[in-house]
């Protein structure tokens, strides 16, 4: 077994340490957006059905952070809708980026690379492809 200097070990730990970090920061980043896009869902039912008071409105009040505004439905709708793009492309990217940082972790601790890791779902067309392949024939 091959010796390591105290500064090799030192360096390989360093590594390890910031590898993990990263990935558990991703991890609470990822977990915070997909809170926010939560919220977002929820607000975006609230306004497309909304209840008998809120349908007299023209206008509704939205809070971001500790300040309140006082806007229209639908440019409330438009802005929530476009958050939610932009949330949904982060928490991916965010996502895309794991995947090579928990390689690289466990090449530094001499681990074998997850097997499986690399799978995407599949989109919407894939899916309908293999219901209608499926789907029982009368």
Request: aromatic share 4%; charged share 30%.
């Amino acid at each position: 077994m091959e010796q390591l200097s105290t500064a090799d070990l030192l360096k390989s730990v360093e590594t390890v340490e910031k590898l993990g970090d990263a990935i558990i920061a991703d991890r609470h980043s990822i977990i915070d957006m997909d809170r926010i896009r939560n919220k977002n869902r929820e607000a975006l039912g609230a306004l497309r059905r909304p209840s008998p008071l809120m349908q007299q409105e023209e206008h509704v009040w939205m809070n971001i952070g500790d300040i309140f505004f006082r806007t229209s439905k639908e440019q409330l709708i438009t802005t929530l809708d476009e958050d939610q793009k932009y949330l949904d492309a982060e928490i991916k990217k965010t996502r895309d980026g794991l995947q090579p940082k928990v390689n690289e972790l466990n090449k530094a601790l001499g681990k074998p690379e997850i097997q499986g890791f690399h799978l995407q779902p599949l989109s919407k067309d894939e899916m309908a492809a293999v219901h209608q392949m499926i789907k029982p024939r009368v």
